[in-house]
């Protein structure tokens, strides 16, 4: 199959809504402003579930998806502690943190977090493997304007970008609903099956601005690779 390739260096690009099934986000570079920016249908959250594949080599701290508010720049982040080896979920600037993940490089991982506001409980499904409940941040939803940002890690609202904590790698099947996700669906998503696509980001018809050098490809298909 030809390789779709779309190489995109203005400074801001219009809205795009497009079907990204089978492509993917590549990032390149270690940089302070390539990133993509997704639109999102609502902006308001008394719970949400996260969905997406990254493949990276990165061995330092790094953002894999970041939704910050004026309130909180952290409001829903899935960020990666090298030195500690835990996969952190941030709402509401508060952070839990999971260990033990086999976060190996160069290959696909798949990872869904959820979070509720009534119970402030938060959970982590690595790879199809689910952690255990953790408690960050009950009482208050997550109220908008939102931006969500694929590449960055937001000190700001939509901004403060650190370079050390910029993505390089492909990330793909982003996907985000306004409820906790069932554990079925989930296992239904990590095995690529048919499952109930996001209804708040929904990578099959999704809305997203590309700022600076990000590209959109076939999504590599790990089992093609030599070796594996």
Request: hydrophobic content about 40%; charged content about 20%; glycine content about 6%.
């Amino acid at each position: 199959m030809k390789l779709f390739l779309l190489l995109v260096m203005l400074t801001t690009c219009a809205a795009k809504h497009q079907d990204l099934s089978r492509k993917m986000f590549t990032f390149p570079l270690q940089t302070n402003r390539a990133h993509v920016r997704l639109n999102a249908t609502a902006q308001d959250f008394r719970s949400l579930t996260v969905c997406h594949r990254s493949f990276t080599d990165l061995k330092r701290d790094h953002a894999l998806f970041s939704l910050a508010t004026p309130t909180h720049s952290n409001d829903f982040l899935i960020f990666w502690d090298d030195k500690n080896k835990e996969m952190e979920p941030h709402i509401k600037d508060r952070k839990a943190e999971f260990g033990g993940r086999d976060y190996k490089p160069n290959m696909w991982h798949s990872i869904c977090t959820t979070w509720d506001s009534e119970s402030g409980l938060v959970q982590l499904w690595f790879d199809g493997l689910p952690s255990t409940r953790k408690y960050v941040s009950s009482g208050t939803q997550i109220t908008g304007p939102t931006i969500i940002i694929l590449g960055q890690e937001q000190d700001a609202h939509g901004g403060g970008f650190d370079i050390n904590q910029s993505f390089v790698g492909m990330i793909a099947d982003v996907h985000l609903w306004d409820y906790i996700l069932s554990s079925c669906e989930i296992q239904n998503y990590v095995d690529e099956r048919n499952f109930t696509p996001g209804n708040v980001l929904n990578w099959s018809a999704l809305e997203f601005n590309i700022i600076d050098r990000v590209l959109i490809e076939d999504k590599l298909n790990i089992n093609q690779l030599p070796g594996v």
